[in-house]
C-alpha cells in the first residue's frame, strides 16, 4: 500500500518536471528563434548599419531601422501623453472615492476595454478618427496625433489597473495620520498617497508603454506606415511592430533575416522595459 | 491669495470624477458604435452561413468554427503545462537559482508582443516544420502565447493558498499530491480559471499571430492541417480590404460580444468557484 | 464526475464535435487544390473557384493570401499545389513552371472628386519620388499630396518600379498599405491621396487617371495604348497534377475567362 502510494508520488513527480521542463522548451523557443535569426545579420551588416540606419530597402541590401525605432518611440509617448494623465485619474477616482457600488461599475467596465481587440480600436480608428485629424488638422489622417489617439486609449486599461493597485496597497494609517493633521482629501492624495505610490505608478506607465510599443494592427491600419521620421504630427510613421506585419509575408533570404532583426530591437526594448518596471513593482512590494 | 482648500478640495473630486467616467463612456461609445451598425446586419443566416464573394455576402460561420477550434485547442493544450509548470514551481522546488530563471522568462515573455509571435510561428512552424498555414501552427503559436498567463496566475493562486490548509492536510497523513490535488488546487481554482477565461480572451481577439500562423483561407477547417480565419482575422480582412463594411460590423458585433460573454461567464465561474471551495 | 471534470470535459467534445460538425456526408472523395500567393491575383482566383466548385461538388479549392514571393516559395516547397504571382519570376524561381492566366493593368487611381483626372507617365514618376508634393503644382488646390505605395517585396510594387518608376525609388515619405484593396480604400476616402492598385479593382470608389491620355481598360489594354500591363502567373513545381489541370483548365476556358473579363482582368478571349 504504502510502495503504491510512494510510486504515484514519484511518478507524478516526474510528470510535472516533464511538463516545466516543456513550458520552458516553449518559453525559450521562441526567445532563442528569434535571437539565432535576427543576431547574423547583424554580423553581417553590422550593427550601426542596423540600428542607426536611416534607409530600409531591404531587397536593395539597406536594412536600416532608425526611422522606425524613432517612430516606435514617438507613437508611444504620444500613447501616454493621452493615457497616462486619464489613466492615473480614473485610478485615483477608483481607490479614493469610488464608492462599492460605484466599483463594481467601473472595474469591469474597465476589464472589458481591454479586451476589446485592437484590430477594432484599428478599425474604428480609420473609419472615425483619421477623417477627423484629416478635416480639422490636416494631412492625410493616418498619421502620428491619431496613432496615439487610440493607442493612448487602448493603454488605458494597464494604466489604471496596476495605478489602482499600488494606490490601494497604501497602507490605511498613511490616509489616516495626514487627515489628523488637518489635511484635506485631494492634499493627502497628492501630497501623500500618490509619492507613496509612486513606483507603482510609474511601473504602470512603464507596461503601458511597452502595451503601446508592442502594438501591431491598430497601428498599421492608422499610421500610414511611410519610411520617414515624422516632422510633424500630422505626418505618417511606421513602426518597428509595422515594418514585421507588412512586409512578413512577402520576406525572403535576407529581407526576412531583417524582418527578424527588427524583432530582436523590438523584443530587447520590450524586455528593458517590463525588467525596469517589474523591478519597480517589487521594490513597492518589499516596503 | 489661498484659494479655500474645500473649493480645491471640490474641484479635484468632480475632476476625477468626470475623467472617470469619460473613460467608461469611450468604452460605451465603442461598443455602442459596434452594436447600433453591426446588429441589423447579425441574425441566424449571419452566423451559421459561409460567407461568399470573398465575404461580402453571406455569413461567417466558419470563422466563428476557426475560432473556438483555435481557443479551446490552445487552452487544452496550455493548460495542463502551465499549470503542471506552476504547481512543480510552488510545491517540488525551493527558491533557486533555477527557479528564478524560470521565472525571469515568463516574465520575459508576458511582454512579447503578439506580432513576435506572429513572426516566430510563420518561420518556424509554417515554413521550416512544413505546416504550411494551418490550424495546427495557430494553436501551437497560441499555446505559447498563453502560456505565461497561466502559469503566473496559477502560480499566483497557488501561493494564496494558506499553508495551514496543506499542513492540515498532510497532518491528516494525505500524501503530497493528494494534497494538491484535493487541497491545494481547488482553493486556488479562483486564480486559475481567471488565468484561462483571459487566455481565451485573448485568444478570440488576437489576430497579428494567427494571420500569419493558421492563414486566411474562408473554407471550414475540418482538420488541423487546414487553414481558416478566425473572427478577428475575418473582421481585419473585411475591413481592411473594404469589402463589407456592414459584414465586418456584423463580424465585429459577434466577435465584441463573444468575449463580452467570455468576461461575464469568467465572473460568473470565479464567483461559483469561490462560494463552492471556500 | 465533478464540476472540474466537466468543465475539461465539454469543451474538448465541442472542439472535436466542431472539427466534424459541417463536414460533408457526400460520399466519395473530395479532391483539394491548394493555391496560394500574390494577394493581387487572390480574389480572382477565389471567384473562380466559386464558380468551380459548382460545378464540380467533389473539388475542393483552397486559396490564401501571402503574396507573390510566398506563393513562389510555398510552391517551391511543395506545400501548396499552385502559386499565385503578380510579377514575372526572378532568378532561382525561373525553374518553376508558369501558366499566364490573364494580363491585368496597374491603373493610377486618385479620389473621384480630384479633378487631375490625367498625367503623364513622367508626372507620376515624379509625384511617387517626391519630387512633386503638393496639388497645387498640378493645377489643384495648395494641399499635400498622399501617396500610397504597396509594400516592398509586393509583385504589385515591383511591376510598378519596372513599368512606371523606372528605376527612380519611391519616395521615403509615401505612405504604406499592405494589400491592393487597402490602397484602394485609403485613396476611396482621402480626397487628396493618389496611389495604384490593380486594374481589376478599379469601380465607383476611385477614379483612374488617364496615363499620356490613355485610361486603363479592357480595350486599351488589349490594343497596347495602355502600357502598365502584368501578366498574373499560377506556378506549379514541375508538370501539373491532374487535379490541379482541372482546375487551371477551367480558368484558361472560355468560361473562366469570360468570369476573369467580368472582374476587370483581359483574358484570352474576346
Not at chain 1, 510502495?3 to 521562441?30: G, N, Q, Y
Not at chain 1, 553590422?46 to 536593395?60: E, H, L, R, S, Y
Not at chain 1, 493633521?181 to 485631494?186: E, Q
Amino acid at each position: 500500500m504504502i510502495d503504491r502510494t510512494v510510486l504515484k508520488e514519484h511518478l507524478v513527480k516526474w510528470v510535472l518536471v516533464a511538463f516545466a521542463l516543456s513550458s520552458l522548451l516553449f518559453l525559450f523557443l521562441i526567445f532563442i528563434f528569434i535571437l539565432a535569426e535576427g543576431l547574423p545579420l547583424f554580423l553581417k551588416v553590422g550593427v550601426n548599419k542596423i540600428i542607426f540606419g536611416m534607409k530600409w530597402a531591404p531587397t536593395k541590401g539597406y536594412f536600416g531601422i532608425f526611422p522606425m525605432i524613432i517612430s516606435s518611440f514617438l507613437v508611444t509617448i504620444g500613447a501616454l501623453i493621452i493615457g497616462a494623465p486619464l489613466g492615473l485619474s480614473c485610478a485615483i477616482y477608483l481607490s479614493e472615492y469610488a464608492g462599492k457600488r460605484t466599483k463594481m461599475l467601473l472595474k469591469p467596465a474597465i476589464e472589458l476595454l481591454a479586451g476589446i481587440p485592437s484590430v477594432v480600436f484599428g478599425f474604428l480608428g480609420v473609419i472615425y478618427i483619421v477623417p477627423l485629424v484629416r478635416s480639422y488638422l490636416g494631412g492625410s489622417g493616418f498619421s502620428l496625433i491619431s496613432t496615439s489617439l487610440v493607442l493612448g486609449v487602448m493603454i488605458l486599461p494597464t494604466i489604471i489597473s496596476i495605478s489602482f493597485d499600488a494606490l490601494v496597497s497604501v497602507p490605511r494609517t498613511y490616509r489616516e495620520g495626514s487627515a489628523a493633521m488637518g489635511a484635506t482629501k485631494w492634499q493627502t492624495i497628492f501630497k501623500v498617497i500618490i509619492p507613496s505610490a509612486k513606483s507603482g505608478i510609474l511601473a504602470s506607465f512603464i507596461l503601458g508603454m511597452g502595451r503601446a510599443i508592442g502594438e501591431t494592427m491598430a497601428v498599421i491600419m492608422i499610421a500610414g506606415n511611410a519610411l520617414k521620421i515624422p516632422t510633424s504630427i500630422l505626418d505618417p510613421l511606421r513602426t518597428l511592430t509595422g515594418n514585421i506585419a507588412l512586409e512578413l509575408a512577402y520576406a525572403t533570404g535576407d529581407h526576412r533575416l531583417g524582418l527578424f532583426s527588427t524583432g530582436v530591437v523590438l523584443m530587447v526594448i520590450i524586455m528593458i522595459l517590463n525588467y525596469v518596471a517589474n523591478f519597480g513593482i517589487k521594490r513597492k512590494i518589499a516596503k | 491669495m489661498r484659494i479655500n482648500p474645500r473649493y480645491i478640495n471640490r474641484l479635484v473630486r468632480m475632476g476625477l470624477n468626470v475623467q472617470a467616467y469619460f473613460t467608461v463612456g469611450i468604452l460605451i461609445i465603442i461598443v455602442a458604435i459596434i452594436f447600433f451598425k453591426g446588429f441589423p446586419h447579425t441574425n441566424f443566416a449571419f452566423i451559421f452561413s459561409f460567407p461568399e464573394d470573398m465575404g461580402r455576402e453571406g455569413g461567417i460561420f466558419p470563422s466563428i468554427v476557426g475560432t473556438i477550434q483555435l481557443a479551446l485547442l490552445s487552452i487544452l493544450l496550455a493548460t495542463p503545462l502551465g499549470l503542471g509548470t506552476a504547481i512543480f514551481l510552488t510545491e517540488y522546488t525551493k527558491e533557486s537559482l533555477f527557479t528564478k530563471f524560470i521565472r525571469f522568462g515568463v516574465e520575459s515573455l508576458a511582454g512579447i508582443p503578439s506580432i513576435l509571435y506572429g513572426l516566430f510561428g510563420f518561420i518556424f512552424f509554417v515554413i521550416k516544420l512544413k505546416m504550411g498555414w494551418s490550424l495546427l501552427a495557430g494553436v501551437l503559436t497560441m499555446t505559447i502565447m498563453i502560456l505565461p498567463t497561466i502559469i503566473r496566475t496559477s502560480e499566483e493562486a497557488i501561493r494564496a493558498v494558506p499553508r495551514q490548509l496543506r499542513i492540515v492536510s498532510y497532518s491528516l497523513s494525505a500524501s503530497k499530491w493528494e494534497t494538491i490535488k484535493k487541497v491545494v488546487i481547488p482553493a486556488a481554482i479562483p486564480g486559475i480559471l481567471t488565468g484561462i477565461m483571459l487566455s481565451i480572451g485573448r485568444a478570440v481577439g488576437e489576430t497579428a499571430a494567427i494571420i500569419f500562423t493558421m492563414g486566411s483561407s474562408l473554407r471550414l477547417p475540418l482538420s488541423l492541417m487546414d487553414s481558416g480565419r478566425t473572427m478577428a482575422v475575418h473582421f481585419y480582412i473585411l475591413a481592411r480590404e473594404g469589402i463589407s463594411m456592414e459584414k465586418a460590423y456584423g463580424t465585429a458585433v459577434v466577435l465584441v460580444l463573444s468575449i463580452l460573454l467570455i468576461n461575464i461567464l469568467a465572473y460568473y465561474i470565479m464567483n461559483k468557484a469561490i462560494a463552492r471551495y471556500s | 464526475m465533478s464540476f472540474r471534470h466537466w468543465v475539461i470535459l465539454l469543451p474538448l467534445i465541442a472542439a472535436l464535435l466542431s472539427c466534424s460538425a459541417a463536414s460533408n456526408d457526400k460520399p466519395g472523395k473530395k479532391h483539394t487544390v491548394t493555391i496560394a500567393g500574390s494577394t493581387s491575383v487572390m480574389p480572382f482566383t477565389e471567384k473562380l473557384a466559386e464558380h468551380f466548385m459548382v460545378d464540380h461538388k467533389n473539388f475542393i479549392v483552397d486559396v490564401q493570401g501571402g503574396g507573390s514571393t510566398a506563393g513562389i516559395q510555398a510552391t517551391i516547397n511543395n506545400t501548396v499545389d499552385l502559386g499565385m504571382s503578380s510579377r514575372p519570376l526572378k532568378g532561382e524561381e525561373k525553374r518553376l513552371n508558369t501558366i499566364t492566366i490573364c494580363y491585368d493593368g496597374i491603373a493610377v487611381v486618385v479620389h473621384p472628386d480630384n479633378p487631375v483626372g490625367e498625367l503623364d507617365l513622367d508626372r507620376i514618376r515624379q509625384i511617387f519620388s517626391g519630387r512633386i508634393s503638393n496639388w497645387r503644382q498640378l493645377g489643384w488646390v495648395n494641399r499635400k499630396i498622399d501617396a500610397v505605395s504597396r509594400e516592398e517585396g509586393s509583385g504589385t510594387r515591383g511591376a510598378f518600379e519596372d513599368l512606371v518608376m523606372k528605376g527612380r525609388e519611391i519616395d521615403d515619405g509615401t505612405m504604406v498599405q499592405d494589400s491592393n484593396g487597402s490602397v484602394k480604400e485609403v485613396v476611396a476616402t482621402d480626397p487628396y491621396a493618389i496611389g495604384y492598385i490593380s486594374m481589376g479593382l478599379v469601380d465607383r470608389k476611385v477614379q483612374p487617371v488617364a496615363i499620356n491620355g490613355v485610361k486603363p481598360s479592357i480595350k486599351t489594354i488589349k490594343s497596347g495604348r495602355y502600357k502598365i500591363v502584368r501578366p498574373f502567373l499560377y506556378v506549379t513545381n514541375g508538370e501539373l497534377d491532374p487535379k490541379s489541370r482541372q482546375f487551371v483548365d477551367y480558368v484558361l476556358s472560355k468560361e473562366g475567362q469570360k468570369i476573369l473579363k467580368n472582374e476587370g482582368l483581359v483574358g484570352f478571349y474576346d
